[in-house]
Nanobody, 111 residues
Framework: VQLQAFGGGLVQAGGSLRLSCTAS????????MAWYRQDPGKQRELVAE???????NYASSVKGRFTISSDNARNTVYLQMNSLKPEDTSVYYC??????WGQGTQVTVSS
């Protein structure tokens, strides 16, 4: 099983980024997928999740700014991040069922 995350980078506050995570080795359509983020020395935090039935859930800190979506044909889950804030700076990880994890992608938001 492999999850590969892409799309991190440096952006100014107020800007946007889209993260992608492509899965292989799993039947993607039956898995609940999620994005987490983690700062050094802190616990990993759930950012957004999407169930196999396409229900979504967001952390209160990102609700209204971030959108999670998935494309079963491409085995890919996305995180569209708008109106980014410096406090969104973190390493973002995708996960399948909280069991399989991607390698993380750095998002840095400058003020």
């Amino acid at each position: 099983v492999q999850l590969q995350a892409f799309g991190g980078g440096l952006v100014q506050a107020g800007g946007s980024l889209r993260l992608s995570c492509t899965a292989s080795g799993i039947i993607f359509s039956i898995y609940n997928m999620a994005w987490y983020r983690q700062d050094p020395g802190k616990q990993r935090e759930l950012v957004a999740e999407i169930t196999s039935g396409s229900s979504t859930n967001y952390a209160s800190s990102v609700k209204g700014r971030f959108t999670i979506s998935s494309d079963n044909a491409r085995n890919t889950v996305y995180l569209q991040m708008n109106s980014l804030k410096p406090e969104d700076t973190s390493v973002y990880y995708c996960a399948a069922e909280g069991y399989y994890w991607g390698q993380g992608t750095q998002v840095t938001v400058s003020s």
